[in-house]
């Protein structure tokens, strides 16, 4: 029989991966490596289509549906600002030569 995790376990053995690595993640929490790494792919499918898959929830109103718009659009800036701060980095470095 499977064993099950509350939705606070996943999301802490998550953010416990993102942290130090999957690997570590699962032998620290005790768990096989494919658990934490399936409720990763999850996770990545979930933020891409917005449809929930680990979690079994109500319908969103629109209010829900707008922050979570506003929260990928926000993570999504985040990254590309720092790919712009990488590349700044790289091209500030060619210059110093």
């Not at 979570?68 to 659009?73: K, N, Q, S, V």
Request: with cysteine.
């Amino acid at each position: 029989m499977p064993m099950t995790y509350s939705d606070q376990f996943r999301e802490e053995a998550l953010r416990l991966s993102d942290e130090i690595g999957l690997r570590k993640a699962a032998n620290q929490l005790g768990l096989p490596y494919y658990t934490p790494s399936n409720w990763r792919c999850k996770r990545n499918i979930e933020r891409k289509t917005g449809v929930s898959i680990m979690k079994h929830k109500e319908p969103e109103t629109p209010e829900e549906r707008r922050i979570r718009e506003l929260e990928r659009e926000n993570m999504e800036l985040k990254q590309a600002n720092e790919i712009l701060k990488d590349a700044l980095g790289f091209f500030a470095k060619d210059r110093k030569k």
